[in-house]
């Protein structure tokens, strides 16, 4: 293969991979208020608690269960274990707007999950294996800008189709990933080498890898640390999009877009001088497109501990920032500070991985870079559930004030009826009431939390470079 043109199943892998993203991220952003949101605008009025549970868990099982996919996909050959996942991804896009009761819902995104999890070793394998020494660096650089454009379209069109009614996101997703059936009549099943044809991996020889992984305790170490920053860096999604919904003033957005752009004034607004919470959190996607390249470059020569450990200090203070201030515009700088570390830290993490792994056991070690994700995601759940939801959730904290106040509200309100309410009651408007409950029960406090685990995984990956470094200093 020329170390210049990539196989045609490389640029198919590709656009799989950003229809996937896309489809994924088009729903996945807008997720947490449509769980918790209002029953009159649609949604489901899940308490925060069950939305953490929902997404830490289904989400976390997602990125565990590849360990046991990637070696289903070895076996069965991509292309068979490609149309499957899509069969299971469109079946539960279809099935999740039609569930309304927290077991059903969950158990649809627990096959949303199945689906995810069987599609996501193939593309990055597919990328592996269609590239060589010199063209690899090149080829998932293009992989990765494939993911971040799927990234960035999805929320953006998905937001399109959801004014009335939130469940055409699920509709406009299972349509997107359904075009990956077309893409697939041009994928060629890679080649295999001849140690694959060999070696036939068992579920049992699975769970040997796990042994044999966690008798190397520097690398499991890393793992358990690299988890509590997946658990800060997961507020981007679980818990940023409900803080900007119920406490964030967009006006200056919405005021200079209908002004000099006034499309998105007019498709990405909930209300007239109101921001869609999903398309000021997107503005993430945004940056690391604009900015990732300038990034990599700055960060190339440093060691990549060194550069994860600034990364994660830089992205901590950025996300704990996004829940401090009530202006949008201090969001969208927050937001802009957390990119940075992002693009700083996070692609170090895999590169990391892929110089301490023995020579033998590369492929081993890169398929459990997945557990910290897995890890991340439970403890997001927490933290953007229960945690969320006795600190910062507007919902837990208007209904706090309304007793604390012994106002008598009537049963059978939706939320944004209660909320309208109670302001009614204690003779204020409703923009009037959120300042006071801002001002009174202080649910910027969230970004304490937020703080200390970024701070604790920082700290402990800086203690754990020192440790290293003495060790081959003594070496």
Request: net charge neutral; glycine share 6%; aromatic share 16%.
């Amino acid at each position: 293969m020329s170390s210049k043109k990539f196989p045609t199943t490389f640029w198919v892998a590709n656009l799989i991979e950003l229809v996937e993203r896309w489809a994924w991220y088009g729903f996945f952003l807008l997720l947490p208020n449509y769980l918790t949101g209002s029953a009159e605008q649609g949604c489901l009025e899940f308490t925060q608690a069950q939305k953490g549970t929902l997404m830490g868990v289904g989400t976390g099982i997602l990125y565990f269960l590849p360990i046991l996919t990637g070696a289903l996909a070895d076996r069965w050959g991509y292309k068979k274990v490609f149309f499957t996942a899509f069969v299971v991804y469109v079946s539960a896009f279809l099935i999740m707007p039609m569930c309304t009761t927290y077991p059903s819902f969950f158990a649809a995104y627990l096959l949303l999950a199945l689906g995810a999890a069987l599609f996501k070793p193939i593309p990055s394998a597919t990328i592996a294996k269609t590239t060589n020494d010199s063209n690899a660096s090149i080829g998932f650089g293009i992989f990765y800008m494939m993911v971040n454009i799927g990234a960035f379209f999805g929320p953006l069109v998905s937001l399109l189709f959801k004014k009335g009614d939130p469940t055409m996101i699920f509709y406009v997703s299972a349509g997107i990933i359904a075009l990956n059936f077309l893409l697939l009549f041009f994928y060629k099943e890679p080649a295999k080498s001849e140690e694959e044809l060999k070696e036939k991996k068992s579920i049992a020889d699975i769970f040997k890898n796990m042994v044999f992984i966690f008798q190397d305790l520097k690398f499991v170490v890393f793992l358990v640390i690299i988890a509590g920053f997946w658990t800060m860096y997961n507020q981007l999604f679980f818990t940023l999009p409900v803080f900007i919904d119920q406490w964030v003033d967009t006006s200056a957005m919405y005021n200079f877009f209908e002004k000099f752009i006034p499309f998105f004034a007019e498709n990405y607004s909930k209300a007239p001088g109101v921001m869609d919470a999903e398309f000021v959190c997107n503005l993430d996607a945004l940056y690391i497109i604009a900015f990732q390249l300038i990034v990599s470059s700055l960060v190339m020569k440093m060691k990549p501990l060194s550069s994860m450990v600034s990364g994660f200090l830089v992205c901590t203070i950025g996300m704990a920032m996004t829940m401090f201030f009530q202006n949008v515009v201090f969001t969208m700088v927050a937001i802009w500070v957390f990119g940075i570390g992002e693009m700083a830290g996070s692609p170090k993490i895999t590169e990391y991985i892929g110089r301490i792994a023995p020579a033998d056991k590369k492929a081993l070690y890169m398929g459990y870079s997945f557990i910290p994700v897995f890890l991340g995601n439970i403890l997001a759940g927490v933290i953007s559930g229960p945690v969320f939801q006795n600190i910062a959730d507007k919902v837990t904290i208007v209904q706090r004030y309304a007793a604390e106040k012994g106002l008598q509200i009537p049963e059978g309100l939706s939320q944004s009826e209660y909320f309208t309410e109670v302001a009614a009651q204690s003779g204020l408007t409703p923009n009037q009431l959120t300042q006071y409950l801002w001002d009174t029960y202080h649910p910027s406090n969230m970004w304490m939390v937020i703080m200390a685990i970024g701070l604790a995984a920082t700290v402990a990956l800086f203690i754990y470079n020192i440790y290293l470094t003495k060790l081959e200093k003594k070496g």
